[in-house]
């Protein structure tokens, strides 16, 4: 595997060989373990590069230690009214926002990197409340400051009612996610966003698949 690193000179290269010598007894699946525990043995962390005119991997050494860092907690509301306003609903939730400390540095300052967003909350429609707790994996883009991010990714949501009344049925507990939005630093550590989602089950409940169309409004305290 490659690694091209180096703040503060020239890009390098850094190259780092694993070879994994194995017994004629050794089955295939054991390989392949025994070779992803060498590789992650050997993943050192190395500070993030700059190279002017080219792309690069970096990684923040001041969180590569740890898997994901908490970037961003905060509360949001979201409503389907706009495009269904006969089975019009409301949520509320709190959510969390992992960001990667690998990172595509594509630009001085800007690079695009993978987040974890969770949330829990409880949606009401037609008299009756429901809880509902999703996991997204998006891929962002924005600064390294964490000033500014677009974000995009499908996930999964489990909701503990999916009927309400006679006019919104989700078909089951399980759906899927897609996830778009944008957010901002507003003042301090204070941030402001706007997320779309749109979740339905993709047919794994029935061929009755409506789906439904959220916009959610967020506010959250930013590391």
């Known amino acids: 595997m490659h690694y091209i690193y180096d703040r503060y000179r020239r890009p390098t290269i850094r190259s780092v060989t694993i070879r994994c010598s194995l017994s004629v007894k050794t089955t295939r699946a054991r390989a392949v373990v025994l070779c992803l525990l060498m590789s992650g043995l050997t993943a050192i962390p190395f500070r993030a590069s700059h190279a002017e005119g080219s792309a690069k991997i970096s990684i923040d050494e001041n969180t590569a230690k740890v898997p994901m860092e908490l970037i961003a907690i905060g509360a949001r509301y979201?409503?389907?009214e706009a495009t269904d306003k006969a089975g019009a609903l409301d949520r509320v939730d709190v959510f969390w926002s992992w960001r990667s400390?690998?990172?595509l540095e594509f630009k001085p300052g800007w690079d695009v990197s993978a987040r974890i967003n969770a949330s829990v909350g409880a949606i009401r429609g037609q008299g009756e409340t429901g809880g509902v707790g999703t996991l997204v994996p998006t891929l962002a883009i924005g600064d390294t400051g964490n000033q500014f991010s677009f974000e995009a990714g499908v996930g999964l949501a489990l909701f503990t009612k999916w009927e309400y009344g006679d006019v919104e049925d989700f078909g089951g507990p399980l759906q899927f996610i897609l996830d778009v939005g944008v957010n901002f630093?507003?003042?301090?550590?204070?941030?402001l966003g706007y997320r779309f989602q749109h979740w339905s089950d993709a047919g794994i409940h029935g061929s009755d698949n409506r789906g439904v169309d959220m916009h959610m409004f967020e506010f959250s305290y930013r590391n």
């Open 78 to 80: 979201g409503t389907n």
């Open 101 to 103: 400390p690998y990172a």
């Open 185 to 191: 630093r507003a003042y301090k550590r204070l941030g």
